[in-house]
């Protein structure tokens, strides 16, 4: 049966193209989830610190959509590609000599694609080329669903919107070698700053002297802010993200659209940056580096991560419960700088984001909803997760399709130290879970033995042991299965 | 110590950095009140004394030393002096100046520059104008239902001002890391002594003689590359004979296991006349002379490295206004590359000695390889 079938305009294959090719940049694969009024492409990159999504109308962009959910697939579809494959597919033909030949460019493309009980699961893309030639494709797909990024843009204050086309020119000006983006304002100045630096180099032995001329250039690129369509910033906020990503959504932006809007709160949360041309949205949402992250790299100094104090202040300080766990944790990081985490830190420095999402476990649909409340009201579920006994707490009846859709979340703190291998642990225990959910009376155990072990590390590392914001979280969730 | 100065004739200054740039990463730099110069020493290969009046790159020049004649000596990679320069090629006006940040000292470039009008945002422009036609789009027209105003929440119009900014200069800024030398570190730098040249001529078009080198250069590696590999290690450093006589010819040879080319150009050269006033020795004395009355068949010859020699013919780039050769024989080759300045057409004085007579020139020390 065929669950969806489109067609694109020989722009709209070029557009498609240009689309996976930017998201190419982040990941080697991209879900593809189709609904009635939308097609939706997005990826996340490995370390997990950029995601991408690409929204296209379905009554706008394409010359032809149809969806037609199957039993499996009511509201949606949902897959995963190859990008490579993909590209492959869309690159444009060109016409080679237009006099002699007839022109070889793409009329038009047929996509369907095909699933069902008893079918063979394909994607097939038809490419219809003007001089006649036909060219069909067949790509199998995984079923998987996407994983999407959440990212609350009531927290991001700040916010800036420029013409693409110049913040790309402007990138042209940092040289090769560098890493890091820092964005700030000076409202003095009235100037929108960017720098490039980079800390690679930053040894400086006794001949530290020659490792100074290695470095790369360090550039900065001020803005008057009357150049911006919008500029609202806290002045001398530094936020830093990476250079490359950066690169990659304004090659891509500067093809798509004149405006390139930005948001984001503080450095260790994230930042969105999105553009829109006539039926197409583009929204990355890019981990920026945290501030204990950006301090070490200003001074250099590996170590001083270890001495860091809880930022106070920023979001919801540690609860009064979550204390002891919470000091615990850090003077566990003061104390005892752990010896395997050290190399990589000092190997990768540059790295400007260690993996900052934080992959919540599907919730589970209750067995009764009655249970699932008392559950919330009485559990100061991410307060006391020292016992390991709690129990994860379901969301929901109506999350039963999130019982697919591992659900992504920025952590709230950003805090490096302890995340790093976090989310990869998360990550198995979650696969176990999906292949076992499917037998309720297993579960609460399983539940019980397994993922607590997990949810304590979480209350560990972010500062979600405040009710309020599990209660936010709750909320979240819920307005993230609003969007979906 | 200040030194702080407008940038000009950026062009220049950018290929002649780039010249500099093939053949080492990091360089001397000494200012002074009159000259920049910038030297560069590779560990092998040639040697680069480049000699600049201050007026031709710089423009209200500032320096200040401890130093006599205000002189600072810096080292200072190229590379990225170069990407730096490159920013300001198009630039309504760029500075430098030596500062600090962080505690390191850094040559701080300063651009004032425009970002180019955005064809996309012109575009644009059109399409708010005539949004009624619905077409025209960048994005092509993908309206099947032919409502380019149907109520989507996902994707607002944008308003017709935005489109509508004024362009602003914007300033970059980029820092070059720099080391400060002490006088006493570079004190013992000198060029290279040299004995009087043999034979002294004026060299043809750079792209001509480089063209030739590198199809030589090439030739000798991919002939060696299929012979026995006893020449192998030979061939990965091909060399070039280059001669000269006091008669108007230059002579370039490559001479492998299984090669003998030469290129001649016959008697076509000039040779510039001397200055008597500045030679150590009385012309009849002058090792010229007595090549010059051996007759055209009395050749100096070096021997160079092959990329070498094509790393020194980079400087082409220049467009020099006259390339000097100086062979001494089966010793060194000094090409003394007149800088053309962009204003005005600098009439070069004689074949002088580095940029002493205020002339801007580039002088490369090729040493002969002795075999």
Same mark, same amino acid.
């Given at each position: 049966?065929?669950?969806?079938?489109?067609?694109?305009?020989?722009?709209?294959?070029?557009?498609?193209?240009?689309?996976?090719?930017?998201?190419?940049?982040?990941?080697?694969?991209?879900?593809?989830?189709?609904?009635?009024?939308?097609?939706?492409?997005? !990826?996340?990159?490995?370390?997990?610190?950029?995601?991408?999504?690409?929204?296209?109308?379905?009554?706008?962009?394409?010359? %032809?959509?149809?969806?037609?959910?199957?039993?499996?697939?009511?509201?949606?579809?949902?897959?995963?590609?190859?990008?490579?494959?993909?590209?492959?597919?869309?690159?444009?033909?060109?016409?080679?000599?237009?006099?002699?030949?007839?022109?070889?460019?793409?009329?038009?493309?047929?996509?369907?694609?095909?699933?069902?009980?008893?079918?063979?699961?394909?994607?097939?893309?038809?490419?219809?080329?003007?001089?006649?030639?036909?060219?069909?494709?067949?790509?199998?797909?995984?079923?998987?669903?996407?994983?999407?990024?959440?990212?609350?843009?009531?927290?991001?204050?700040?916010?800036?919107?420029?013409?693409?086309?110049?913040?790309?020119?402007?990138?042209?000006?940092?040289?090769?070698?560098?890493?890091?983006?820092?964005?700030?304002?000076?409202?003095?100045?009235?100037?929108?700053?960017?720098?490039?630096?980079?800390?690679?180099?930053?040894?400086?032995?006794?001949?530290?002297?020659?490792?100074?001329?290695?470095?790369?250039?360090?550039?900065?690129?001020?803005?008057?802010?009357?150049?911006?369509?919008?500029?609202?910033?806290?002045?001398?906020?530094?936020?830093?993200?990476?250079?490359?990503?950066?690169?990659?959504?304004?090659?891509?932006?500067?093809?798509?659209?004149?405006?390139?809007?930005?948001?984001?709160?503080?450095?260790?949360?994230?930042?969105?940056?999105?553009?829109?041309?006539?039926?197409?949205?583009?929204?990355?949402?890019?981990? !920026?580096?945290?501030?204990?992250?950006?301090?070490?790299?200003?001074?250099?100094?590996?170590?001083?991560?270890?001495?860091?104090?809880?930022?106070?202040?920023?979001?919801?300080?540690?609860?009064?419960?979550?204390?002891?766990?919470?000091?615990?944790?850090?003077?566990?990081?003061?104390?005892?700088?752990?010896?395997?985490?050290?190399?990589?830190?000092?190997? !990768?420095?540059?790295?400007?984001?260690?993996?900052?999402?934080?992959?919540?476990?599907?919730?589970?649909?209750?067995?009764?909803?009655?249970?699932? %409340?008392?559950?919330?009201?009485?559990?100061?579920?991410?307060?006391?997760?020292?016992?390991?006994?709690?129990?994860?707490?379901?969301?929901?009846?109506?999350?039963?399709?999130?019982?697919?859709?591992?659900?992504?979340?920025?952590?709230?703190?950003?805090?490096?130290?302890?995340?790093?291998?976090?989310?990869?642990?998360?990550?198995?225990?979650?696969?176990?879970?999906?292949?076992?959910?499917? %037998?309720?009376?297993?579960?609460?155990?399983?539940?019980?033995?397994?993922?607590?072990?997990?949810?304590?590390?979480?209350?560990?590392?972010?500062?979600?042991?405040?009710?309020?914001?599990?209660?936010?979280?709750?909320?979240?969730?819920?307005?993230?299965?609003?969007?979906? | 110590?200040?030194?702080?100065?407008?940038?000009?004739? $950026?062009?220049?200054?950018?290929?002649?950095?780039?010249?500099?740039?093939?053949?080492?990463?990091?360089?001397?730099?000494?200012?002074?009140?009159?000259?920049?110069?910038?030297?560069?020493?590779? @560990?092998?290969?040639?040697?680069?004394?480049?000699?600049?009046?201050?007026?031709?790159?710089?423009?209200?020049?500032?320096?200040?030393?401890?130093?006599?004649?205000?002189?600072?000596?810096? /080292?200072?990679?190229?590379?990225?002096?170069?990407?730096?320069?490159?920013?300001?090629?198009?630039?309504?006006?760029?500075?430098?100046?030596?500062?600090?940040?962080?505690?390191?000292?850094?040559?701080?470039?300063?651009?004032?520059?425009?970002?180019? @009008?955005?064809?996309?945002? *012109?575009?644009?422009?059109?399409?708010?104008?005539?949004?009624?036609?619905?077409?025209?789009?960048?994005?092509?027209?993908?309206?099947?239902?032919?409502?380019?105003?149907?109520?989507?929440?996902?994707?607002?119009?944008?308003?017709?001002?935005?489109?509508?900014?004024?362009?602003?200069?914007?300033?970059?800024?980029?820092? $070059?890391?720099?080391?400060?030398?002490?006088?006493?570190?570079?004190?013992? $730098?000198?060029?290279?002594?040299?004995?009087?040249?043999?034979?002294?001529?004026?060299?043809?078009?750079?792209?001509?003689?480089?063209?030739?080198?590198?199809?030589?250069?090439?030739?000798?590696?991919?002939? *060696?590359?299929?012979?026995?590999?006893?020449?192998?290690?030979?061939?990965?450093?091909?060399?070039?004979?280059?001669?000269?006589?006091?008669?108007?010819?230059?002579?370039?040879?490559? $001479?492998?296991?299984?090669?003998?080319?030469?290129?001649?150009?016959?008697?076509?050269?000039?040779?510039?006349?001397?200055?008597?006033?500045?030679?150590?020795?009385?012309? /009849?004395?002058?090792?010229?002379?007595?090549?010059?009355?051996?007759?055209?068949?009395?050749?100096?010859?070096?021997?160079?490295?092959?990329?070498?020699?094509?790393?020194?013919?980079?400087?082409?780039?220049?467009? *020099?206004?006259?390339?000097?050769?100086?062979?001494?024989?089966?010793? *060194?080759?000094?090409?003394?590359?007149?800088?053309?300045?962009?204003?005005?057409?600098?009439?070069?004085?004689?074949?002088?000695?580095?940029?002493?007579?205020?002339?801007?020139?580039?002088?490369?020390?090729?040493?002969?390889?002795?075999?």
């Amino acid at each position: 049966m065929v669950i969806l079938n489109f067609t694109l305009s020989e722009e709209g294959v070029s557009v498609f193209h240009d689309a996976l090719a930017c998201m190419y940049k982040f990941s080697d694969d991209v879900c593809l989830e189709a609904r009635r009024d939308k097609l939706t492409l997005t !990826t996340l990159n490995i370390s997990k610190s950029a995601y991408v999504c690409f929204t296209f109308a379905a009554n706008r962009f394409f010359s %032809r959509y149809h969806f037609e959910g199957n039993a499996q697939y009511r509201d949606r579809f949902f897959c995963q590609l190859y990008i490579r494959s993909l590209l492959s597919i869309f690159r444009s033909r060109q016409g080679g000599d237009s006099a002699r030949d007839k022109d070889a460019s793409i009329e038009r493309c047929d996509v369907a694609i095909d699933d069902g009980p008893g079918k063979k699961s394909r994607l097939i893309a038809r490419i219809s080329c003007r001089n006649g030639i036909t060219a069909s494709h067949s790509l199998p797909f995984e079923s998987k669903p996407p994983t999407h990024a959440k990212f609350e843009k009531d927290e991001a204050g700040n916010r800036w919107s420029i013409s693409s086309s110049t913040l790309r020119q402007l990138m042209d000006h940092f040289g090769p070698g560098i890493e890091l983006l820092d964005i700030n304002t000076d409202d003095d100045d009235h100037v929108v700053n960017f720098t490039c630096f980079t800390d690679k180099v930053q040894k400086r032995g006794p001949h530290g002297n020659e490792a100074v001329l290695k470095k790369p250039l360090h550039t900065n690129i001020s803005v008057e802010m009357a150049e911006f369509n919008e500029v609202e910033v806290q002045d001398k906020l530094h936020i830093i993200i990476s250079v490359k990503d950066f690169r990659a959504i304004l090659q891509h932006a500067q093809i798509i659209s004149g405006e390139l809007a930005t948001y984001y709160s503080e450095p260790g949360r994230p930042m969105k940056l999105s553009y829109s041309a006539d039926g197409i949205l583009c929204e990355f949402i890019l981990m !920026t580096v945290g501030e204990q992250d950006a301090i070490t790299q200003k001074h250099k100094n590996t170590r001083a991560r270890a001495s860091k104090t809880p930022k106070p202040g920023s979001g919801p300080g540690p609860g009064p419960a979550s204390k002891p766990d919470g000091s615990v944790a850090n003077n566990e990081a003061k104390d005892v700088p752990k010896p395997a985490q050290k190399p990589p830190q000092q190997k !990768t420095p540059p790295q400007p984001r260690q993996t900052q999402f934080e992959i919540r476990p599907p919730p589970i649909p209750p067995r009764s909803p009655v249970a699932a %409340r008392t559950d919330r009201s009485d559990s100061p579920l991410f307060v006391e997760q020292g016992d390991e006994d709690r129990q994860w707490d379901p969301v929901d009846r109506e999350d039963e399709e999130e019982m697919d859709n591992a659900r992504v979340e920025w952590n709230a703190t950003g805090e490096p130290v302890l995340l790093r291998h976090f989310p990869l642990v998360a990550r198995k225990k979650m696969a176990n879970i999906h292949s076992r959910t499917r %037998r309720p009376c297993e579960l609460a155990v399983y539940w019980q033995d397994r993922l607590c072990p997990v949810m304590s590390q979480t209350d560990l590392l972010g500062d979600s042991s405040q009710p309020s914001s599990f209660l936010r979280h709750v909320s979240c969730c819920l307005l993230c299965l609003f969007f979906c | 110590m200040r030194f702080k100065t407008e940038l000009r004739n $950026i062009r220049t200054f950018s290929k002649l950095v780039a010249a500099l740039n093939t053949l080492e990463k990091i360089a001397w730099v000494r200012l002074d009140d009159d000259t920049v110069r910038f030297t560069v020493i590779p @560990d092998t290969g040639s040697q680069v004394w480049a000699s600049l009046s201050v007026d031709t790159i710089f423009d209200s020049y500032h320096i200040q030393s401890n130093e006599a004649n205000n002189t600072i000596n810096l /080292e200072l990679p190229l590379g990225p002096l170069q990407r730096a320069l490159k920013s300001a090629l198009n630039s309504n006006h760029a500075s430098l100046r030596l500062t600090k940040r962080d505690g390191i000292p850094m040559l701080s470039m300063t651009i004032h520059t425009m970002t180019k @009008d955005a064809p996309s945002a *012109a575009r644009r422009n059109k399409n708010n104008s005539n949004n009624n036609n619905n077409n025209d789009d960048q994005m092509g027209s993908y309206n099947d239902d032919n409502d380019p105003f149907s109520e989507n929440s996902l994707y607002q119009q944008e308003s017709l001002e935005l489109t509508m900014k004024r362009e602003r200069e914007k300033v970059i800024t980029q820092d $070059i890391p720099v080391r400060v030398l002490h006088p006493d570190t570079v004190e013992t $730098i000198m060029q290279p002594k040299v004995r009087e040249p043999d034979v002294h001529i004026m060299f043809p078009p750079l792209l001509q003689v480089k063209a030739i080198s590198d199809r030589f250069t090439k030739l000798a590696i991919t002939t *060696a590359a299929s012979s026995s590999s006893s020449s192998r290690r030979e061939a990965q450093n091909p060399k070039l004979e280059l001669s000269a006589t006091m008669h108007g010819s230059l002579r370039l040879r490559l $001479i492998a296991d299984t090669l003998d080319i030469t290129s001649v150009w016959d008697s076509c050269l000039e040779n510039p006349e001397l200055d008597p006033a500045v030679l150590p020795v009385p012309i /009849e004395e002058h090792p010229s002379t007595k090549y010059r009355e051996a007759g055209p068949d009395k050749w100096a010859t070096v021997r160079v490295d092959g990329k070498d020699w094509s790393r020194v013919l980079s400087v082409g780039r220049l467009e *020099a206004s006259r390339v000097i050769a100086c062979f001494t024989h089966e010793h *060194a080759l000094i090409l003394y590359v007149y800088v053309r300045r962009a204003d005005d057409d600098y009439p070069g004085v004689g074949a002088g000695r580095g940029g002493d007579d205020g002339d801007d020139v580039v002088t490369y020390y090729v040493s002969s390889i002795n075999t």
